[in-house]
């Protein structure tokens, strides 16, 4: 049990902490990560070591496992893409037409004028570049918001293509 009792910080009525969706193959690859592939500094693998296997250990669980898609609620799926890790998920979003894709890891500023480049956290490099492609392919026909780990604030715009490479096209946060 986390240190705060599994509740949310600051929010003692909302309930304890809630199941994960997590891709079978990044379960696995967390139970056991492998970072041959990667270009990572000497101290991160061991880093990223030690937290999976606290993050194991603690949430375990807690985790609703899936294998290559799920339905969390009406309109928000989860699914596997693989690439940055083998278990790498994206969460669509749709409503009333709108669609917003949150694609965690797997693209980075660079990625977009460059969608072959790779960096050196991502654990199947060619997988990654194979996923990001796709995601902006997609992302870039259907017009859908684009949500990213790695992207400058508010990290929420839209893909479009530009022949072989595609543009970021930030919104305007006017919040």
């Known amino acids: 049990m986390p240190a705060w009792g599994g509740q949310f910080p600051g929010f003692p ?9 997590v891709a079978e193959a990044e379960v696995a690859f967390r139970s056991t990560p492998d970072f041959s592939r990667t270009g990572m500094p000497k101290p991160v693998p061991d880093v990223l070591r030690s937290t999976a296997n606290r993050f194991m250990d ?9 294998k290559e898609s799920h339905e969390v609620a009406p309109g928000g799926r989860v699914r596997l893409t693989g690439g940055h890790t083998p278990g790498h998920s994206v969460v669509d979003l749709s409503s ?6 949150f694609a965690g890891d797997a ?6 004028d460059h969608p072959d480049w790779h960096n050196g956290f991502e654990h199947d490099p060619e997988d990654s570049v194979r996923v990001r492609v796709r995601l902006f392919e997609n992302l870039a026909a259907n017009g859908g918001l684009l949500v990213a780990s790695h ?11 530009e022949g072989d490479a595609f543009r970021y096209v930030p919104v305007i946060w006017d919040y």
Do not use: Q
């Open 13 to 21: 009525r909302a309930g304890r902490f809630p199941s994960r969706h």
């Open 58 to 66: 603690e949430y375990r669980d807690k985790l609703r496992v899936f």
């Open 96 to 101: 009333g037409g709108e669609r917003l894709s």
């Open 107 to 112: 693209m980075f500023p660079v990625g977009f």
């Open 151 to 161: 992207l400058p604030f508010p990290s929420v715009g839209r893909v479009a293509a």
